[in-house]
């Protein structure tokens, strides 16, 4: 089984919504779970993220529009997009991480178009 398996991403006109959904398997250290993109010629950036305790950090650019939630007890942390724009256009990675061990999903492409 894979560490992180995604779905969710697909293709959206400008003002509509998508929801992202990430799995961890049973080996996958979960202290911190979170999304994040990578859009054509740019660095990857993070987007959302549930750090320990249930701290929530978005980015600048998806605040007011985008939300993160987690269920401990499936192991699953999701991203619901609403609003989005074209410049929100990028391959999102789910990622999990305890202290020092980080994995990756294999990343899921949204593309919004106007």
């Known amino acids: 089984q894979a560490p992180l398996v995604e779905s969710g991403g697909g293709l959206v006109q400008a003002g509509g919504s998508l929801r992202l959904s990430c799995t961890a398997g049973p080996r996958v250290h979960t202290a911190a779970m979170g999304w994040y993109r990578q859009a054509s010629g740019k660095e990857r950036e993070m987007v959302a993220v549930?750090?320990?305790?249930?701290?929530?950090r978005y980015a600048d650019s998806v605040k007011g529009r985008f939300a993160i939630s987690r269920n401990r007890a499936m192991n699953t942390v999701h991203l619901q997009m609403n609003d989005l724009k074209p410049e929100d256009t990028a391959v999102y990675y789910c990622k999990a991480s305890s202290g020092s061990r980080e994995f990756w999903g294999q990343g899921t492409q949204v593309t919004v178009f106007s």
């Open positions: 549930i750090i320990g305790g249930g701290e929530i």
